[in-house]
């Protein structure tokens, strides 16, 4: 079980969202909400409070009459407004558990009762249905408009869901004034990414070892000389899979592909790491607009925090540092293919001359490549005026972190093919598990469930089995 009452992570995100963990409001945070939406309600009542006493976007200036109820009500449904296909259960399932952290911070003036509905449809899985788009990096209205409306049963939840009483106007755009889909999917791929560069790095030592790679560039001074990020702490993963390397290297000096991983996958972790301490960040705090602060006599604060422009910036660098591995990657594919360096066939072929063997591995791994490419476009350069002018620019931050889910997909593919070829030459070399040091053993033992007919044939069904070793090399 997750207490969400301060100090939730990404793992604790990701351990709702995926792992089914159930979630608990203490007593002590249910009473500060409580309290709190009192003390919001007369704030309110002698301060113009956008979205509670007044219309939204280019409508701020409108005064609207509260007393009935119907404000809220509006709100929501004009905002419930989405397109595409439905988004997965983990990823709504991380915009509720991103929007209840963020809820128990107690700035948004809400209803206690919103946090006990948020955490009913956690805890039963009874989820809304979100559509793909309809954010553009300035709070997930839509898909919180529509979470509202099946809180209050106005729209169906995936199981029974008890209807909670209608909401006023303190609770609608209070509920929506978040970016929370965004950062819960972020999340998502965050934890996905750090499992891909951790078993990168396996999938590295494969080759290295196959292709008697020089030890030097993952040496300690080496990692020192880079003075990159997380070096030192690559090269030292590298060696606890190799030990010392091979004894007799077969060139003085590796192509980048070898020399260059260290470097190279440093900077996507120091990347994940600033990707990472933003989302923590964003989880755990009050960000709702206008925000209500309760030292002395009060404020009602109207600001524009829910602009995820770090958040944008972040998802952006993270997809330019995993394309700069790509060509790294790639890379030791070509390598793993080249006589010169294996001792074998072209492509790692078997019986008749002019096999093809592994050459299409190289298509696939390069049409991941591109879409690599093409997702670290950064999202963050776009712009767009809406609402009448009354919001002149977006961060994009939504659009960034769908490129980053779009590039863990082709990361993914680009590490199977790597997989596919490193233990094709590993066995065709007759490099056994046993004699390999213990780490490295253990993922040579792993990756010796691909089919092992070198004949030619579709490679489809190893491409797949490859990438589904990701998270047990991972493990390792």
Same mark, same amino acid.
């Given at each position: 079980?997750?207490?969400?009452?301060?100090?939730?992570?990404?793992?604790?995100?990701?351990?709702?969202?995926?792992?089914?963990?159930?979630?608990?409001?203490?007593?002590?945070?249910?009473?500060?909400?409580?309290?709190?939406?009192?003390?919001?309600?007369?704030?309110?009542?002698?301060?113009?409070?956008?979205?509670?006493?007044?219309?939204?976007?280019?409508?701020?200036?409108?005064?609207?009459?509260?007393?009935?109820?119907?404000?809220?009500?509006?709100?929501?449904?004009?905002?419930?407004?989405?397109?595409?296909?439905?988004?997965?259960?983990?990823?709504?399932?991380?915009?509720?558990?991103?929007?209840?952290?963020?809820?128990?911070?107690?700035?948004? #003036?809400? &209803? =206690?009762? +919103?946090?006990?509905?948020? *955490? /009913?449809?956690?805890?039963?899985?009874? !989820?809304?249905?979100? %559509?793909?788009?309809?954010?553009?990096?300035?709070?997930?209205?839509?898909?919180?408009?529509?979470?509202?409306?099946?809180?209050?049963?106005?729209?169906?939840?995936?199981?029974?869901?008890?209807?909670?009483?209608?909401?006023?106007?303190?609770?609608?755009?209070?509920?929506?004034?978040?970016?929370?889909?965004?950062?819960?999917?972020?999340?998502?791929?965050?934890?996905?990414?750090?499992?891909?560069?951790?078993?990168?790095?396996?999938?590295?030592?494969?080759?290295?070892?196959?292709?008697?790679?020089?030890?030097?560039?993952?040496?300690?001074?080496?990692?020192?000389?880079?003075?990159?990020?997380?070096?030192?702490?690559?090269?030292?993963?590298?060696?606890?899979?190799?030990?010392?390397?091979?004894?007799?290297?077969?060139?003085?000096?590796?192509?980048? #592909?070898? &020399? =260059?991983? +260290?470097?190279?996958?440093? *900077? /996507?972790?120091?990347?994940?790491?600033? !990707?990472?301490?933003? %989302?923590?960040?964003?989880?755990?705090?009050?960000?709702?607009?206008?925000?209500?602060?309760?030292?002395?006599?009060?404020?009602?604060?109207?600001?524009?925090?829910?602009?995820?422009?770090?958040?944008?910036?972040?998802?952006?660098?993270?997809?330019?540092?995993?394309?700069?591995?790509?060509?790294?990657?790639?890379?030791?594919?070509?390598?793993?293919?080249?006589?010169?360096?294996?001792?074998?066939?072209?492509?790692?072929?078997?019986?008749?001359?002019?096999?093809?063997?592994?050459?299409?591995?190289?298509?696939?791994?390069?049409?991941?490549?591109?879409?690599?490419?093409?997702?670290?476009?950064?999202?963050?350069?776009?712009?767009?005026?809406?609402?009448?002018?009354?919001?002149?620019?977006?961060?994009?931050?939504?659009?960034?972190?769908?490129?980053?889910?779009?590039?863990?997909?082709?990361?993914?593919?680009?590490?199977?093919?790597?997989?596919?070829?490193?233990?094709?030459?590993?066995?065709?070399?007759?490099?056994?598990?046993?004699?390999?040091?213990?780490?490295?053993?253990?993922?040579?033992?792993?990756?010796?469930?691909?089919?092992?007919?070198?004949?030619?044939?579709?490679?489809?069904?190893?491409?797949?089995?490859?990438?589904?070793?990701?998270?047990?090399?991972?493990?390792?």
């Amino acid at each position: 079980m997750i207490n969400f009452d301060g100090g939730t992570t990404v793992d604790d995100i990701v351990a709702v969202a995926v792992g089914g963990e159930t979630v608990r409001i203490s007593d002590a945070t249910r009473d500060r909400v409580v309290r709190a939406a009192r003390d919001a309600d007369a704030l309110s009542a002698r301060i113009p409070t956008y979205g509670r006493t007044t219309g939204v976007g280019a409508n701020r200036s409108t005064i609207v009459e509260t007393a009935d109820g119907d404000h809220g009500l509006r709100l929501l449904r004009s905002h419930a407004t989405d397109a595409g296909d439905p988004l997965s259960a983990p990823a709504v399932r991380a915009m509720l558990a991103v929007r209840l952290a963020q809820l128990a911070r107690a700035g948004s #003036g809400i &209803r =206690a009762d +919103v946090l006990d509905g948020v *955490a /009913a449809m956690l805890n039963d899985d009874a !989820l809304p249905t979100v %559509l793909r788009y309809g954010a553009i990096g300035t709070a997930d209205l839509a898909a919180l408009a529509a979470t509202g409306l099946t809180l209050q049963g106005e729209l169906p939840a995936s199981r029974p869901l008890a209807p909670m009483r209608p909401w006023g106007s303190e609770n609608a755009l209070a509920f929506m004034s978040s970016s929370a889909l965004t950062i819960g999917r972020a999340c998502l791929a965050l934890v996905e990414l750090e499992e891909v560069l951790r078993a990168s790095i396996v999938a590295y030592s494969l080759s290295f070892v196959a292709l008697d790679g020089n030890p030097s560039p993952f040496s300690a001074a080496a990692a020192a000389a880079a003075a990159a990020p997380g070096a030192e702490a690559v090269a030292e993963r590298v060696r606890s899979f190799v030990g010392d390397g091979i004894v007799e290297p077969a060139r003085i000096q590796d192509s980048y #592909g070898l &020399r =260059a991983f +260290v470097v190279s996958t440093a *900077a /996507a972790w120091d990347a994940a790491g600033r !990707l990472r301490s933003r %989302l923590d960040a964003l989880i755990d705090v009050a960000q709702e607009n206008p925000l209500f602060v309760f030292d002395g006599d009060g404020a009602v604060v109207h600001h524009a925090g829910f602009f995820q422009a770090a958040l944008g910036l972040a998802s952006d660098g993270m997809n330019l540092a995993l394309a700069q591995t790509g060509p790294i990657s790639f890379s030791r594919i070509r390598m793993l293919n080249e006589p010169d360096l294996t001792g074998r066939r072209p492509f790692l072929a078997v019986g008749p001359a002019g096999s093809s063997g592994t050459l299409m591995i190289e298509y696939v791994a390069a049409s991941a490549l591109g879409e690599l490419r093409h997702a670290a476009q950064p999202a963050s350069l776009s712009s767009v005026v809406l609402s009448r002018g009354a919001e002149e620019d977006a961060s994009f931050a939504t659009q960034a972190v769908a490129q980053l889910e779009q590039a863990l997909v082709a990361a993914r593919v680009l590490l199977g093919c790597e997989l596919v070829e490193s233990s094709r030459l590993l066995r065709q070399r007759g490099i056994r598990a046993s004699s390999l040091p213990s780490r490295l053993a253990d993922a040579a033992r792993a990756v010796s469930v691909l089919p092992a007919d070198d004949d030619d044939r579709s490679l489809r069904g190893d491409l797949s089995v490859a990438q589904a070793l990701i998270p047990e090399l991972a493990a390792l």
